[in-house]
């Protein structure tokens, strides 16, 4: 099993930042990928950014060039770099990582954490 846990959400004011990290522990595997998702209020959780063992990233075209993700392989930990916020950024943001378990990958989610972007 794997354990996240996310943390650094909170209250911005739109054009803001704020930087999530998310901690992996537990049975933890090399062959992986790591994702930040947001489910904003009402609607179906989206994937937002995602990024590879090897540094690859991808990102949801709503946050292309305001949203970083990067991860510390040596502390088993991703972050999702946020800036120059909008109230359409409000969500829970969650952290989901994608493992190879011997022959099989299994995803495991954190609990999530709020970001919550007023105008």
């Known amino acids: 099993q794997v354990q996240l846990v996310e943390s650094g959400g909170g209250l911005v004011q739109a054009g803001g930042s704020l930087r999530l990290s998310c901690v992996a522990s537990?049975?933890?595997?090399?062959?992986?990928?790591m994702s930040w998702y947001r489910q904003p209020p009402g609607k179906q959780r989206e994937a937002v950014a995602g990024i590879t063992s090897s540094g690859y990233a991808t990102y949801l075209d709503a946050v292309k060039g305001r949203f970083i993700i990067s991860r510390d392989n040596d502390k088993n930990t991703v972050y999702l770099q946020m800036n120059n916020l909008t109230p359409e950024d409000t969500a829970v943001y969650y952290c989901?990582?994608?493992?190879?378990?011997?022959?099989?990958?299994?995803?495991?989610w954190g609990n999530g954490t709020l970001v919550t972007v007023s105008s």
């Open positions: 989901k990582r994608h493992q190879q378990e011997q022959r099989t990958w299994v995803d495991y």
């Open positions: 537990g049975s933890i595997r090399s062959h992986n990928a």
